[in-house]
Nanobody
């Protein structure tokens, strides 16, 4: 069964950092674009960052540029989202995703969704 397992969420104060991890199973990581979406209560789901695993090209939402960094290790079938300078508005459930790579489309859609991990940023 194709799975994405996200972890690393938690409670952090504003200005702090968290690192989310995503481990994939039962599919070849480097054939996909791996991404992170988030959804806050009462808000639309938002694509945060994604990376095309074959060439390492990254894409970011404007709201996180300069603060978040996505990376991946194809040999480990693992991706990470390093989140720095966190703000209360970053509070959301974060989901790891995978999609067929097609430029920045990985910020707007996904084919495979993992379970979410809660990130809470206190002011």
């Amino acid at each position: 069964e194709v799975q994405l397992q996200a972890s690393g969420g938690g409670l952090v104060q504003a200005g702090g950092s968290l690192r989310l991890s995503c481990v994939a199973s039962e599919f070849t990581f480097d054939d996909y674009a791996i991404g992170w979406f988030r959804q806050a209560p009462g808000k639309e789901r938002e694509g945060v960052a994604c990376i095309t695993s074959s060439d390492g090209i990254t894409y970011y939402a404007d709201s996180v540029k300069g603060r978040f960094t996505i990376s991946s290790d194809n040999a480990k079938n693992t991706a990470w989202l390093q989140m720095n300078s966190l703000r209360p508005e970053d509070t959301a459930v974060y989901y790891c995703t995978a999609d067929v790579p097609y430029g920045s489309a990985c910020l707007t859609k996904a084919w495979i969704w993992g379970q979410g991990t809660q990130v809470t940023v206190s002011s």
